[in-house]
């Protein structure tokens, strides 16, 4: 009995600990998917802007709150693609620890744009 107990307790313990997370920007002409996390810096966002930019996506995460060490938060993040697609998401630290979220845009597929949980 007492082994069963604490198989059970060590899986759900396992179980609650946050996932492996990286920040994960991904383009190509006409593409472009982010995915924030956890793990995210303030200083991944303003370099992922930067590359966003190049393609007329504009992010705002400006009222996103950050952790001294730079890591996100709480996430609150405004996006404008080049066809004018316009979307908002916001997510918690707890949230993030389990979930992406983020955007999808692409320019000629189906969904064009989509933001939220990836």
């Known amino acids: ?22 920040t994960e920007l991904i383009q190509s002409e006409g593409f472009a ?5 956890h793990m995210t810096t303030k200083a991944e966002l303003e370099a992922m ?3 966003l930019a190049l393609q007329e996506i504009k992010i ?3 009222s996103s709150v950050f952790f001294d060490d730079g890591k996100i938060q709480k ?3 405004y ?3 080049p066809g004018g697609n316009t979307g908002a998401t916001a997510a918690d630290v707890v949230t993030l620890q389990f979930k992406y979220f983020g ?4 320019k000629d597929g189906n969904p064009t744009f989509k933001i939220g949980e990836m």
């Open 103 to 106: 955007f999808l845009y692409q």
């Open 60 to 62: 705002d995460y400006s």
């Open 79 to 81: 996006v404008v693609t």
């Open 1 to 22: 009995m007492k082994n069963v107990l604490f198989a059970m307790m060590s899986i759900l313990i396992l179980g609650c600990q946050p996932k492996d997370l990286p």
């Open 75 to 77: 996430l609150k993040l």
């Open 33 to 37: 998917s982010l995915k924030v996390s």
């Open 49 to 51: 802007s930067q590359k």
